[in-house]
């Protein structure tokens, strides 16, 4: 099978702003930003990049310039000539078969803090109620354990807990998921065929668009803000003009960058919806964790006449072990997802549902109990950031997990990798983005423990001085991790 084609156009996406931090010489920046681009898992191993005078094109610069910077990426292991295939990404012998971090120049494996999952340790009470969920395991195993639905328990633990919260549901209109990671997958192989317009915040949760994309979905994005949140007449203007098939969206505490979408926003955005035929898919799984302010209401209890589909998660709240999500929906869309998973999955793990049984109905209990741990935790990170980086703009989010900090250079890559050969392993701006971009920013966790915290920000006054956006330490910091 032929490698797969990175178009001209996909390249010059991912490829935004690749001379602003660097002097060097246009073919050094040019092959040093795609290597930033392999490293960093945005050109996938055994992609084919495009044409030299394709690319040329694209970057308006001369095809001398990216015949060079592919001549260096030969060189330096990133890129392989293979007859009648052109020039395909591969990774150097040092990198393959191992995640980002685990060899970290020098770096002992075991000193290596990787942040580039935002989560939380085991909620208290954890280890209780698998001792509890052990007591119903005799009856469990009566059954066959192929579980496409969901334990009745826990879906009837699930709908009070939105009840609660405003969204009067039945348990006939939960079905319960294996993360909600796979509760994105299965609506997207549901409700999206080839070539249907999807929308998209911008930046959002990268293995989103990387679900919908799989389907065939044509991503179009609109701009999500720390500080302003949503533009809202953009979604408007996007909505209207593309109809999209789906609007995937986290109204609550977004990540990454943890904005909170306004009413308004919501009203337009559920209004425009209804009458263009889009389903609108709202993923709370950060939505609970919030520090400060009183949380919205899920965004179907509007009432607007929209197809509201609700995803939510166990993992962020209670532990990332436990691979429980949902999906609230009406009955009709529900059973279309049970006719169509089997084909991706034949069930949710049993034991799995019996220990989230347990902790559902306690989900009020755990989140005020994480609440002061998580103030502390974010308020340490900001106000460190804020005092030792004053020229980085870092916002003190009203909840989640992490701050969406703008560096005030498109230097994220670099800032990563400089990070990275000093144990600290943090994901670039540019994996949030659906087209690439957002160099100019980078996502920092705030969940860690105290010694951590203090470790992080050292770490990142260090890398940023380092690299201070020359040239050479751009270069320095990708030497480091090869």
């Not at 354990?145 to 328990?153: F, L």
């Not at 950031?385 to 003190?396: F, G, I, K, M, T």
């Amino acid at each position: 099978m032929p490698p797969v084609l990175l178009s001209a156009r996909s390249a010059a996406l991912l490829l935004t702003d690749w001379r602003a931090a660097t002097d060097a010489p246009a073919y050094e920046a040019l092959s040093d930003a795609v290597r930033v681009l392999v490293i960093d898992g945005r050109i996938p191993q055994g992609v084919r990049l495009p044409a030299e005078r394709g690319l040329a094109a694209a970057l308006g610069v001369s095809r001398t310039t990216v015949a060079n910077a592919y001549a260096r990426l030969r060189e330096d292991g990133f890129l392989v000539s293979l007859r009648g295939s052109g020039s395909v990404v591969r990774l150097p012998a040092g990198l393959i078969g191992r995640p980002d971090p685990e060899r970290l120049g020098g770096v002992v494996e075991d000193d290596v803090l990787d942040l580039r999952k935002a989560a939380l340790h085991a909620a208290p009470g954890l280890a209780d109620a698998v001792d509890r969920a052990v007591r119903h395991v005799p009856a469990a195993l009566a059954g066959i354990g192929y579980d496409t639905v969901g334990d009745p328990g826990l879906r009837a633990a699930i709908a009070d807990r939105y009840t609660e919260r405003g969204l009067p549901t039945d348990p006939s209109q939960v079905v319960v998921t294996i993360g909600a990671q796979h509760a994105i997958a299965l609506l997207a192989r549901v409700l999206v065929r080839r070539g249907d317009a999807v929308l998209v915040e911008s930046p959002t949760y990268p293995h989103a668009h990387e679900a919908f994309r799989e389907v065939g979905g044509r991503l179009v994005g609109v701009p999500v803000d720390a500080r302003s949140g949503w533009d809202a007449a953009a979604l408007e203007t996007t909505l209207r003009r593309t109809a999209p098939a789906v609007a995937y969206v986290m109204p609550e505490l977004h990540n990454p960058t943890g904005a909170t979408m306004s009413r308004s926003t919501r009203e337009t955005l559920l209004s425009v919806a209804a009458s263009v035929g889009t389903t609108v898919i709202a993923d709370e799984t950060m939505g609970e964790l919030r520090i400060d302010g009183e949380p919205s209401p899920p965004l179907a209890a509007s009432g607007s006449g929209a197809t509201v589909v609700m995803i939510g998660s166990a993992d962020k709240v209670f532990w990332g072990g436990l691979r429980i999500g949902w999906i609230r929906a009406e009955p009709d869309l529900l059973q279309r997802l049970l006719l169509a998973r089997p084909t991706g999955d034949l069930g949710t793990p049993v034991l799995d549902q019996l220990v989230a049984r347990e902790l559902v109905p306690r989900t009020a209990a755990v989140l005020e109990a994480r609440r002061e741990s998580l103030r502390q935790g974010r308020d340490e990170v900001v106000g460190a950031l804020r005092a030792r980086l004053p020229e980085w703009d870092v916002p003190s989010p009203a909840g989640g997990l992490t701050t969406w900090v703008g560096l005030g250079r498109p230097v994220s890559s670099a800032l990563v990798l400089a990070a990275r050969a000093e144990g600290v392993v943090l994901a670039s701006g540019g994996v949030f983005g659906p087209d690439g971009g957002f160099e100019r920013f980078l996502r920092v966790p705030f969940t860690m423990p105290p010694a951590d915290r203090v470790r992080l920000v050292d770490v990142l006054e260090r890398s940023w001085a380092r690299i201070g956006g020359d040239s050479a330490g751009v270069r320095g910091s990708l030497a480091a991790v090869v």
